[in-house]
């Protein structure tokens, strides 16, 4: 089970503008965490992440753009 998926540097944020979030860093302490769409292999995320270390504090599925859905069911 070595297939842990990590946060990748290829961010896609084309649309929505980053925003912030009131809080710490679990990683670092700092606050600037900043909530925005991630694109992983996995599909879109909505993400907080740490704009210091970019430690992603929260992920979850984001399903708002519907083409991308379409693209992973026809790769299968
Ligand atoms: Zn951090």
């Known amino acids: 089970m070595s297939?842990?998926?990590f946060p990748r540097p290829t961010e896609a944020a084309p649309?929505?503008?980053r925003e912030p979030v009131?809080?710490?860093?679990d990683q670092c302490g700092a606050e600037a965490l900043k909530r925005y769409p991630v694109l992983s292999e996995g599909g879109w995320f909505m993400a907080v992440k740490c704009q210091e270390c970019l430690h992603?504090?929260?992920?979850e599925k984001w399903t708002r753009l519907g083409y991308v859905t379409l693209l992973t069911?026809?790769?299968g």
């Open 3 to 5: 297939n842990f998926s």
């Open 15 to 17: 649309v929505q503008a």
């Open 22 to 25: 009131a809080g710490t860093c």
């Open 56 to 59: 992603s504090q929260t992920r």
């Open 73 to 75: 069911d026809s790769i």
